[in-house]
């Protein structure tokens, strides 16, 4: 499709406008240099051609490979170099072993988010850039406060995917929010550029893929042919109230904690002055900062019940850490009880 024939929705002047106002609104527009997080697939490949055609700074492409489908990842990973070669961007790629490499009981979904992030942010670091852009589209965004919500959640999992986060001084940042997966190809498309169809994808047997393939069409066909925006707006409606129990959970934590290092110590009678959702979420920010999997919620609703009784008691978190009451103080342990603590 020539450039006189592309539709006004998908025009240059259209996506340059949404492009530098998201930018502006996240904070990296302005910036001398970022990277994006490419796959190879559709989001990605249109995020990369945005950010070269709007972007006045310098961009880098990241890539990982996960290991995970052979030949298919190493084509991959070659698409990914070819493309940003001929946008001259210069790529950077990285390789994990995602069955060898996951943790304990962690699925090979979790493993893969979790060490694709570990080293693109060790790749921000080597290149010297301090913000990743991600190609999380609204798609991804209304399925992710679906699932949350189906599998039982707060405030902070009903936000769905949040549009800026920070792991390791890096700042993964996702401008695609607003707009649909099937537009985003339809950019590509009218302007003749190709990706990669992860074949995985199509396999119904992960929960997102199901929600995906399954689920969510059947919303649409059955219930509301607006599904997948509603349950985007919901998520968006939700994140200033998240915002606010951000705020108050960090507040509540740093008024209750006595030292964070080398050991988590709170002050027991702080803690139990507080209503249950109070402790509730100091309890959950001392399991983010310690990098503990989140409690569910009678769990949760379990150690703060032990908090309020005065006495004695050890919790099991999980994965060796517990949470114990010695001596007017709540100890978190990561490593068993395996701690050097001898009171006041």
């Known amino acids: 499709m020539t450039a006189s024939r592309i539709p ?3 025009s240059d002047y259209v ?6 106002e998201t930018g502006e ?21 249109a995020l990369l051609w945005l950010c070269r055609k709007f972007y ?15 030949t298919e990842s190493d084509q991959d990973e070659e698409f990914v170099k070819d ?19 996951r943790a304990k009981g962690e699925s090979l979904e979790s493993a893969a988010r979790r060490l694709r992030l570990e080293r693109l942010c060790g790749m921000a670091k080597m290149i010297g850039v301090d913000t990743v852009l991600t190609a999380h589209n609204r798609d991804d965004l209304a399925e992710t406060v679906l699932f949350n919500l189906l599998r039982g959640t707060g405030i902070r999992g ?12 890096i700042t993964f940042c996702r401008p695609l929010l607003g707009l649909r997966r099937e537009f985003l190809r339809e950019i590509l498309r009218t302007r003749g550029l190709s990706w990669r169809e992860d074949s995985t994808n ?33 998520g968006e409606d939700m994140r200033p109230v998240r915002e606010h129990e951000d705020s108050l959970s960090t507040q509540l934590f740093t008024d209750c904690a006595e030292q964070q290092a080398p050991l988590l110590t709170m002050n027991a009678r702080k803690l139990r002055r507080l209503g249950d959702s109070e402790r509730a979420l100091v309890i959950r920010e001392a ?58």
């Not at 001929?86 to 790629?93: M, P, Q, T």
Request: glycine share 12%.
């Open 287 to 344: 399991g983010r900062r310690l990098g503990l999997r989140t409690l569910s919620r009678s769990r949760c609703s379990e150690l703060s019940g032990l908090i309020a009784r005065s006495g004695k008691f050890t919790f099991q978190w999980c994965g060796g850490a517990e949470v114990t009451a010695k001596d007017g103080k709540i100890l978190f342990s990561t490593n068993g009880g395996n701690y050097d603590y001898t009171g006041d």
């Open 158 to 169: 009903a936000v769905g995917i949040t549009e800026e986060s920070e792991l390791g001084g």
């Open 15 to 20: 996506l340059e406008k949404y492009f530098r």
């Open 56 to 70: 006045n700074g310098r961009v880098f492409a990241f890539h990982v490979n996960h290991g995970i489908r052979g």
């Open 83 to 101: 493309f940003a070669g001929s946008l001259s961007v210069e790529c950077e790629s990285s390789h994990v072993n995602v069955p060898n490499d």
């Open 202 to 234: 199509n396999d119904d047997k992960y929960t997102r893929n199901f929600i995906r393939l399954k689920l969510m069409p059947m919303l649409e066909r059955h219930i509301n042919s607006e599904a997948a925006e509603h349950l985007a707006v919901f």
């Open 8 to 10: 006004y929705e998908l």
């Open 25 to 45: 609104r996240q904070g990296w527009l302005h910036k001398p240099a970022l990277a994006v997080a490419v796959s190879g697939g559709g989001d990605s490949v």
